[in-house]
């Protein structure tokens, strides 16, 4: 582990909200055991280790049902910890790959019989080297047929040069937390407003409303910041937003959340019992499972 990485909390607290039957945390991740599953050579940071056994007793601890199991960079294009997680679901994880020009046919049918439903690309430059847009849109028209859709992640100043890039897209286009909005801008500012303009143009667009603790400025245990826009996606858009906890949380900084309370965020940026559903269980359901 790098000795500035912020290993997850180790005794979250218990939320109070109650997450509807069959709810999915739609955006998490497994980090080795690297002893098991090596760490990439090119990797950006070393974390800690994040095996499968502590985000599944972590579901079940927060209550919820599901998990939808996101590659992270660390282990770069090898899925084998990925996959092993969810082959040890009994069904109930799906996940999102990694996976490079040179992949097999055969290959993106194991994935895909392992539970992989998606892939995801990068342009956070922090994060990881360059891919050519014309490689990315070659592995997009090969994982079309099986079903898949495209993670995209990326921030939100980059948006205006991704754009044509996203609408061409022959796949479900899914924005990992709401395109790293900055939250000091106004929630109907011209920034996000081209956000909001994208998923409102493109109705295979949807977005993860997750994350307060990497968008905020204001910080926890309320992120009060982030509310509005969160709020706005899922009132707006009831039918294309998913949410998760990002544990364990890689490359925070500042601090380390309690997976607890960003539970306890969920009704503020989703108030009806039915924007709760469609945000925890039909969507993810719908996407994922279906």
Request: with cysteine.
């Amino acid at each position: 582990m790098d000795p500035d990485y912020l290993p997850f909390h180790p005794n979250p607290s218990k939320p109070a909200f109650v997450p509807p039957a069959g709810s999915v945390d739609a955006h998490c991740h497994v980090f080795g055991p690297g002893n098991v599953f090596p760490y990439a050579p090119e990797r950006k940071y070393t974390p800690c280790d994040a095996p499968k056994e502590r985000l599944f007793a972590l579901r079940d601890y927060l209550g919820f049902a599901r998990n939808v199991i996101v590659q992270a960079t660390c282990h770069g294009n090898d899925n084998r910890a990925l996959v092993d997680a969810l082959k040890s679901s009994n069904g109930m994880a799906r996940g999102v790959a990694s996976v490079s020009r040179d992949i097999s046919d055969a290959e993106l049918t194991a994935l895909h019989e392992a539970g992989v439903r998606g892939t995801r690309f990068n342009f956070v430059k922090r994060l990881v080297d360059f891919t050519p847009r014309e490689v990315l849109a070659e592995i997009a028209g090969r994982i079309a047929p099986l079903g898949w859709h495209v993670v995209v992640y990326f921030e939100a100043q980059d948006l205006p040069e991704l754009w044509d890039f996203f609408t061409s897209l022959p796949t479900t286009v899914v924005v990992d937390h709401m395109g790293r909005p900055d939250v000091g801008k106004p929630v109907d500012g011209p920034e996000f407003e081209l956000f909001v303009r994208l998923m409102r143009e493109h109705s295979n667009v949807w977005s993860k409303v997750s994350c307060p603790e990497r968008l905020s400025k204001s910080g926890p245990p309320g992120y009060d910041d982030v509310v509005p826009f969160a709020r706005r996606l899922v009132e707006t858009f009831p039918d294309r937003v998913l949410w998760g906890t990002d544990w364990p949380h890689p490359n925070m900084k500042s601090h380390m959340p309690d997976d607890g309370k960003l539970v306890d965020y969920l009704p503020r940026i989703a108030p009806t019992a039915a924007l709760q559903q469609a945000l925890l269980v039909d969507n993810p359901m719908r996407l994922y499972w279906a």
